[in-house]
């Protein structure tokens, strides 16, 4: 409820939902987790570029105009009335730009925020900026990375106290995966494609699998679970790890993982991993070095 005004705005929390899960049917992009808060929320995404290379020219094209409108040039290509070869070759090209922008988690945000900003500000019958700034990103660079990441964003309704235990955490993917309970999409019924779930729990068949989360959704959630009652009532305890395999599997000891749970999103920046894996990482995109080298080597090791 907005102090100001004492109006909820409660129903925005469902709208971002719902576009999250309609963008990501869209784009070659699947959510690993999400929580949507009050003012903020946080995302972590997987970007599939083989996806979008698989998609035929005219599969392209739907997506993009699920979106946007088409271009001249490419509906005239669409229905083979292009008069030259050099308007053939234009066409193409933009359809290659579209797909290229349908794997950019920028395209992504930007598409999101805009779509919010509109609704948002359609609703309260007023212009001008609704978010604060661009968006920040990380990789994640090993499946420590992932976890860690995924658990801070998970347990963010926990650390807000926005909510008592996971189960109640609403507008967050532990949320949907504990009750299984999809979001609607909005335009559903006009997508010319299924609509994408979260992205799945493979355990360990990750390494036949083409794309999935490397860790049992069991494990995950009992995870979750202990993790959220310690930061809950506020007491530092030790997670048990006999219950959380997980822990002891990737080899993060239980203090660590608790200020990884609550601190990860203020101690991490640029990338997260293994100092091997920030080394690659550095040398990929042409930087000299990544910070939190000292850090993180101590937990990603």
């Not at 010319?192 to 490397?214: D, M, Q, R, V, Y």
């Amino acid at each position: 409820e907005d102090s100001h005004t004492n109006q909820s705005f409660e129903h925005r929390r469902q709208w971002m939902v719902n576009r999250i899960r309609f963008l990501t049917s869209v784009f070659a992009i699947d959510v690993a987790a999400y929580a949507v808060m009050s003012n903020h929320y946080h995302l972590v995404v997987y970007v599939d570029e083989n996806e979008a290379l698989a998609w035929s020219d005219e599969e392209v094209c739907q997506r993009w105009q699920q979106l946007y409108h088409s271009h001249p040039l490419v509906e005239r290509l669409q229905k083979g009335q292009c008069s030259c070869q050099a308007e053939i070759d234009t066409a193409q090209e933009i359809i290659k730009q579209w797909r290229s922008r349908l794997s950019d988690l920028s395209w992504l945000m930007r598409n999101l925020n805009e779509y919010i900003a509109r609704k948002a500000n359609n609703e309260d019958n007023c212009k001008g900026r609704f978010w604060e700034g661009r968006f920040k990103s990380q990789a994640l660079l090993d499946e420590k990375a992932v976890l860690a990441c995924m658990a801070y964003v998970d347990l963010n309704p926990i650390r807000a106290k926005m909510a008592d235990t996971v189960q109640t955490a609403q507008y967050t993917s532990i949320f949907e995966r504990i009750h299984d309970k999809a979001s609607d999409v909005d335009n559903k019924e006009t997508l010319p494609f299924t609509a994408k779930p979260l992205l799945g729990f493979i355990g360990n068949e990750h390494k036949s699998s083409a794309k999935g989360i490397a860790f049992s959704l069991l494990d995950y959630l009992t995870l979750i679970e202990e993790t959220g009652k310690i930061i809950r009532e506020d007491k530092r305890g030790k997670i048990n790890e006999k219950f959380c395999p997980l822990l002891t599997a990737l080899g993060i000891d239980s203090d660590d993982w608790l200020m990884l749970a609550e601190h990860f999103g203020k101690k991490y920046h640029q990338a997260v991993g293994s100092l091997a894996e920030l080394n690659t990482f550095a040398a990929h995109t042409g930087r000299r070095w990544v910070g939190g080298h000292r850090q993180q080597a101590l937990i990603f090791h």
